[in-house]
């Protein structure tokens, strides 16, 4: 940690104009075309502003307060998932929620979910003994609830369409020879890769199960694991409900349950910087027998920009607390830099794969 508070400052990025004004013509070419089709783009923003504006300041509050809930709770599964692996006395609570909420706000305008990999950079250096290979040992058992939900998501949108086993499964039935040639030819080229990549995974399940100790505990697991991110997942449904409130948006189950499954597909398909452009079109689709496409965008806009930008604030609040302005500042800039490196090793690895 002092090594990082040490480090001397970055130098300065240099401004790209010729991004910049490749963005701008893009952005005028589109507006020119969309004018040929006969859109109004003028009118359409006028409209969508009318219904950003229009929420309410007890809506943003409340939005904001079950986001803080969701960032706590799911800190504090983490904090129990590397207190087990590496000692009380060697992880703080506080320092945990910061890191993480660094991840969170870093997601909002970093693509690919970098943040999470900067989080996890940030999780070894400050927590002694810790391993990067056994804090991502940790991040798997931190992703068992997570996968495990998402499921029953998809398994509820699925079963809740009239008519989804006959579309889904109508070939299958029809074709149930193909289908087991397949399914067979899957199931041995996945023992076929566990056996060929069975040294480095056991290599790296020796590195990586001393984050997931956790697991070995069941009580401590299920109480303080997964719980809080139960209470997380909750938090972030009701922020979805407070926002789709705001715009008079038909809060139920189902139209909650649509925005979560849309959105957990944006996250999968994304790479612009916090899913921006592709979470709106996700959206609209999840709620278009619902409300019109306007209000979706706006809905959506307006959950992004106004969680986003309050992410930003609990993380720089959080950081400065716990590590002072330049420790914090230079533990992000470190980890920060050590994701992008760890990203390019990996985008490497697979270009030579393939």
């Not at 701008?24 to 006969?38: D, E, R």
């Not at 999470?116 to 798997?140: D, E, K, Q």
Request: net charge positive; proline share 2%; aromatic share 12%.
């Amino acid at each position: 940690m002092t090594e990082i508070v040490a480090q001397q400052q970055q130098p300065r990025r240099r401004i790209h104009w010729r991004r910049i004004v490749e963005i701008i013509a893009v952005i005028v070419v589109g507006g020119a075309i969309a004018s040929l089709f006969g859109w109004d783009i003028s009118a359409w923003f006028s409209q969508l502003w009318d219904v950003l504006s229009a929420i309410s300041i007890e809506y943003i509050i409340a939005g904001i307060f079950f986001t803080v809930v969701k960032t706590v709770t799911t800190a504090t599964a983490w904090y129990w998932i590397l207190a087990t692996a590496y000692g009380k006395e060697k992880v703080s609570r506080r320092a945990i929620i910061a890191c993480y909420a660094t991840a969170v706000a870093l997601n909002g305008w970093l693509p690919a979910n970098l943040g999470t990999l900067v989080s996890l950079i940030m999780f070894t250096a400050v927590i002694a003994g810790a391993t990067f290979s056994g804090v991502l040992g940790g991040y798997v058992v931190q992703k068992i609830f997570y996968t495990a939900i998402s499921a029953f998501v998809y398994v509820y949108l699925f079963l809740s369409v009239s008519g989804s086993f006959d579309i889904k499964f109508g070939w299958v039935r029809d074709h149930w020879v193909a289908t087991a040639i397949i399914a067979a030819g899957a199931v041995m080229l996945v023992l076929m890769l566990i056996r060929i990549l069975r040294p480095k995974l056991m290599s790296f399940w020796e590195n990586a199960k001393h984050g997931g100790q956790v697991l070995g505990q069941r009580r401590v697991f299920l109480v303080h694991v997964v719980w809080p991110e139960f209470l997380g997942w909750a938090a972030g449904l009701c922020v979805i409900g407070v926002f789709m409130a705001a715009y008079a948006i038909p809060v139920t189950f189902h139209t909650i349950m649509s925005v979560v499954g849309g959105n957990s597909i944006a996250n999968v398909t994304s790479f612009t910087p916090g899913g921006v452009g592709v979470n709106q079109a996700f959206n609209v689709a999840s709620l278009n027998s619902v409300t019109d496409p306007t209000t979706a965008t706006a809905y959506s806009v307006a959950q992004q920009l106004i969680t986003t930008a309050w992410n930003q604030i609990f993380a720089l609040a959080m950081l400065v607390w716990v590590f002072g302005w330049s420790g914090g500042k230079a533990l992000v800039g470190e980890s920060y830099a050590g994701a992008k490196q760890k990203a390019a090793e990996r985008k490497q690895a697979k270009e030579q794969k393939a």
